[in-house]
């Protein structure tokens, strides 16, 4: 079910679909993969990053940012309120600026999409909150997750990966670039912790996004490889999209 206020807020921007979970889940692979079903199946949809690889002048890399300042702003006062209370280290300051960066590519695709597209976002504004907890190494809480949610941009459906430390420890070491760089120095027992708080996390995120109304898939990915994963995902939002933007529609 849409919540009112997302309706409001969603007018004339494509429908954002938000990624999550912990690393070497698969996230970013799912991300362009699902884009691209997406636009296999009709839909005029792109994932977050494409933007990255934009050629953009400094007058719309810098008229894009403030545009989407207004919408980043409470979600970074929220942050840095529990920095100031001490809730979360100093650190989590320094993992704010992604924040701005995901919406400047929204609204970047804005107008490549149109009203009518889809946007898969990854990393979001979930990403960051998981992210913040993971590095402040506390559990994050179900009433803190809500109310990041309420102060942020508006996102019309989540996923979010979950996968044992073990899987995602073997996902990561088969990528070229390895593991992180903020990995490589953590004992065993220490990053096993900061993927099992991780991974923790993004079951209270999922909880929450369904608390807030937010239509969540939350997918164990250990017995299931990047296609069935991808097919998954793509029939979830297939069949929710078809309810709120049939394909013969974006015409």
Known sequence: MTRPADAERRTGRPIVVEIAGVAGAGKSTLAANLAASLSALGYAASDS???????LGARERISAWLRA?????TATAFVAGRVVRRDLPPAALSRLGPAFQHSRQLQLLVPRLGATGVIVQEPGWLMDLLTQYVHARRP???????????????????IVLRASP?????????????LPQSFRALDAPVLDEML?????SGGTIARACRAAGIETLELEVDALDGAA???????????????????????
């Open 49 to 55: 990053r494409a933007t990255r690889r934009q050629a």
């Open 229 to 251: 994963v991808t097919s998954r995902c793509t029939e979830f939002l297939v069949t929710r999209l078809a309810r709120r933007r049939p394909i013969g529609d974006l015409s």
């Open 69 to 73: 300042f207004p919408e980043s702003a």
């Open 140 to 158: 994050l809480d179900l009433p803190t997750a809500r109310r990041y949610l309420a102060k942020g941009p508006p996102i019309d459906f989540a």
């Open 196 to 200: 099992r708080r991780a991974d923790a």
């Open 166 to 178: 073990e899987v995602a420890l073997r996902h990561m070491n088969a990528r070229k670039r390895g």
